[in-house]
């Protein structure tokens, strides 16, 4: 289970310096689990129980729309966190789903946890601080690139800022993800790679 620490640990440190006495506290406080392919992780009309790390595997996030089709809001394309971000953090109910679309490997922490290391953890608060901001600009930047982009250019920005997401994830989630109808994407492909 070491290495499920390790890979956090290397994430954090991308964003902020954390302590040995911060280390062991994640130790404690995040459970290993691993969860099989095709696992609805969190369910949407509930208030999320966990956050969520990714250490490997794939997952995505997704809502279903008022015509009953479900729409991917966000892809993982390595290790992270992966959590209905905002209703873990207020403990509210989600109208997302999480879904495991490989079989996954994952650090999970309660609220209660949460809570209770952020009173001791030196690094805590604004590494969540920070984390939020990404969170944000990455949510600020998909909806410009909706707004902004052609389906064809939504493509070939995913196939070069994230190959690992076109190798690992079904068309018909990245698709949903980019805005894109399955058939048209499908075309968008053909076209790209004849």
Same mark, same amino acid.
């Given at each position: 289970?070491?290495?499920?620490?390790?890979?956090? &640990?290397?994430?954090?440190?991308?964003?902020?310096?954390?302590?040995?006495?911060?280390?062991?506290?994640? !130790?404690?406080? &995040?459970?290993? =689990?691993? *969860?099989?392919?095709? %696992?609805?992780?969190?369910? /949407?009309?509930? =208030?999320?129980?966990?956050?969520?790390?990714? *250490?490997?595997?794939?997952?995505?996030?997704?809502? *279903?729309?008022?015509?009953?089709?479900?729409?991917? =809001? #966000?892809?993982?394309?390595?290790?992270? &966190?992966?959590?209905?971000?905002?209703?873990?953090?207020?403990? %509210? =109910?989600?109208?997302?789903?999480?879904?495991?679309? $490989?079989?996954?490997?994952?650090?999970?922490?309660?609220?209660? #946890?949460?809570? /209770? %290391? /952020?009173? $001791?953890?030196? $690094?805590?608060?604004?590494?969540?601080?920070?984390?939020?901001?990404?969170?944000?600009?990455?949510?600020?930047? !998909?909806?410009?690139?909706?707004? $902004?982009? %052609?389906?064809?250019?939504?493509?070939?920005?995913?196939?070069?800022?994230?190959?690992?997401?076109?190798?690992?994830?079904?068309?018909?989630?990245?698709?949903?993800?980019?805005?894109?109808?399955?058939?048209?994407?499908? !075309?968008?492909? !053909?076209?790209?790679?004849?």
């Amino acid at each position: 289970m070491d290495h499920y620490y390790e890979t956090l &640990f290397n994430y954090i440190t991308q964003i902020i310096e954390i302590p040995e006495t911060d280390k062991e506290q994640c !130790r404690h406080s &995040f459970m290993p =689990v691993s *969860v099989p392919k095709d %696992t609805i992780l969190e369910q /949407a009309g509930k =208030v999320p129980g966990y956050h969520n790390f990714i *250490v490997s595997g794939y997952m995505r996030n997704f809502h *279903v729309d008022h015509k009953g089709e479900e729409i991917t =809001v #966000d892809l993982n394309d390595g290790p992270r &966190f992966f959590t209905s971000y905002f209703h873990f953090m207020n403990q %509210t =109910v989600s109208n997302e789903s999480l879904h495991c679309i $490989t079989d996954c490997e994952l650090l999970r922490i309660t609220m209660a #946890d949460a809570q /209770a %290391t /952020a009173k $001791t953890s030196s $690094t805590q608060k604004d590494f969540t601080i920070k984390l939020f901001q990404k969170i944000q600009e990455e949510n600020k930047q !998909r909806i410009n690139d909706l707004a $902004t982009l %052609t389906a064809e250019q939504r493509y070939l920005k995913l196939v070069n800022e994230k190959p690992n997401i076109i190798k690992n994830i079904p068309l018909k989630y990245i698709s949903s993800y980019l805005g894109i109808k399955p058939e048209s994407l499908s !075309r968008i492909r !053909r076209e790209l790679f004849s």
